[in-house]
């Protein structure tokens, strides 16, 4: 039976593949089952050229193609369409395939999947179909009409407070219980416009404003926090330190007085800061980090397994928590690699006697997985997307009745 497309809004797929008779056979799948438009290419030329005139929702890449090959591809769309969303496409056997995978998604590149040559006709309609065709991207024509911010813009938002925490609930992986909070930015531009933060992180840093973004920040989530009483006294929020704060002598004098005015104990505080910061920082690390323990605030390195910090820096430096990155989280089940990936990080932080939180968690069938391998706890849109203030306990309320029930990721509202 044909799907039925959103209305404003339809798969629009290009195919590339070196054999026509490959790609006409795709194409012939793909009009069969009602998935989408289609089109089919089998040079790198025309594919981009087709690329900036037609504005594809997908691609279909073989990863064997002559002159540039597949790798060299995903490498071009990554700077030229890094909104679109690809599905691999080879002959070359899976291990092949993992590792394309791997370098897209570190390229930044949305993968949905991957077909192994022959192609099947149920597999293709799996992997373009296991998202609908709304589904909340915003397409490259829009991208490039959005108005540029300034720092002027982003000074002015501090400002007036319309930059503010959003809540992201963190959930235990085996009880499925919450057990915390990761406050998470987001600019809040007139009523229904929610900025997320990579459209005005650069100018942030180029205006020198991150310190006013991390004070600004931290004020607001601890204060409602503080107010949280009727989720008890067992549950943490987590703060995100940017790397510039982490020079600031003030900012954990700054952190222990609202604690201690807003009757907060530290030991439930977390204070996350990015691995790529850890390196960067080492000197000044080691001195904040140590202080903040010692007064009694919980420390996590965030996006670890990205690429970054080296086992004698984790070691040496006194974390209480490994958030994984979540493109360690997804390539667990994408790949046999991948798995055993996520599971020597979980495995590493329980013989370091730290905490593993796993980032990114989309669906059941991850969070068994991480569950199975004994992490503690996970975060990501299978649990909820990060949450205004005054709707966390509506979600709470909804979690809590729902573990009794078969369990469905809500829709996104927040980007």
């Given at each position: 039976m044909p799907l039925e497309a959103t209305p404003g809004?339809?798969?629009?797929?290009?195919?590339?593949?070196?054999?026509?008779?490959?790609?006409?056979?795709?194409q012939m799948m793909i009009e069969e089952q009602g998935i989408g438009e289609s089109r089919v290419l089998s040079t790198s030329d025309e594919f981009f050229a087709v690329l900036g005139e037609?504005?594809?929702?997908?691609?279909?890449?073989?990863?064997?193609?002559p002159g540039m090959d597949g790798v060299q591809i995903i490498r071009e769309l990554s700077e030229r369409a890094p909104d679109i969303r690809i599905v691999l496409l080879s002959g070359l056997g899976q291990r092949v395939i993992d590792s394309a995978r791997i370098y897209a998604r570190e390229r930044?590149?949305?993968?949905?999947?991957?077909?192994?040559?022959?192609?099947?006709?149920?597999r293709l309609r799996q992997v373009l179909c296991s998202l609908p065709a709304?589904?909340?991207?915003?397409?490259?024509?829009?991208?490039?009409?959005?108005?540029?911010?300034?720092?002027?813009?982003?000074?002015?938002?501090?400002?007036?407070?319309?930059?503010?925490?959003?809540?992201?609930?963190?959930?235990?992986?085996?009880?499925?219980?919450?057990?915390?909070?990761?406050?998470?930015?987001?600019?809040?531009r007139g009523e229904q416009d929610i900025v997320m933060p990579p459209r005005f992180l650069d100018q942030l840093e180029s205006g020198g404003l991150m310190d006013q973004l991390t004070e600004s920040m931290a004020e607001q989530a601890l204060r409602w926090f503080s107010g949280q009483s009727s989720f008890g006294s067992g549950l943490t929020l987590s703060l995100n330190i940017a790397r510039e704060s982490l020079r600031s002598e003030a900012l954990l004098e700054q952190l222990v007085g609202r604690c201690k005015a807003l009757e907060l104990d530290p030991t439930r505080i977390v204070l996350e800061v990015s691995e790529s910061a850890v390196m960067s920082e080492p000197k000044e690390a080691v001195g904040l980090f140590t202080r903040a323990r010692a007064r009694g605030f919980e420390l996590s390195v965030d996006d670890f397994g990205s690429g970054y910090a080296s086992l004698a820096q984790l070691v040496r430096?006194?974390?209480?928590?490994?958030?994984?990155?979540?493109?360690?989280?997804?390539?667990?089940?994408?790949?046999?690699?991948?798995?055993?990936?996520?599971?020597?990080?979980?495995?590493?932080?329980?013989?370091?006697?730290?905490?593993?939180?796993?980032?990114?968690?989309?669906?059941?069938?991850?969070?068994?997985?991480?569950?199975?391998m004994g992490c503690?706890?996970?975060?990501?849109?299978?649990?909820?997307?990060?949450?205004?203030?005054?709707?966390?306990?509506?979600?709470?309320?909804?979690?809590e009745a729902s573990q009794s029930l078969p369990w469905e990721s809500p829709p996104l509202r927040y980007g």
């Open positions: 809004q339809t798969r629009r797929i290009l195919i590339l593949d070196d054999d026509a008779l490959v790609g006409q056979t795709i037609w504005e594809p929702s997908h691609a279909i890449l073989d990863l064997a193609m930044g590149l949305h993968v949905d999947g991957a077909l192994e040559k022959p192609v099947s006709s149920a709304d589904d909340g991207l915003i397409p490259i024509a829009e991208l490039s009409s959005q108005p540029d911010i300034s720092v002027a813009d982003i000074r002015g938002a501090l400002s007036r407070g319309e930059i503010e925490p959003f809540y992201q609930p963190r959930v235990n992986c085996a009880t499925r219980s919450l057990v915390g909070f990761e406050a998470l930015a987001r600019w809040r430096l006194p974390f209480s928590e490994l958030k994984i990155d979540q493109g360690v989280v997804r390539a667990a089940t994408q790949s046999r690699q991948g798995e055993l990936l996520l599971s020597t990080i979980v495995d590493l932080a329980a013989n370091l006697q730290m905490r593993a939180t796993a980032e990114g968690v989309e669906d059941a069938v991850t969070c068994e997985l991480l569950a199975s503690s706890c996970a975060q990501g849109f299978f649990f909820s997307e990060a949450l205004p203030a005054d709707e966390v306990t509506g979600w709470a309320e909804r979690w």
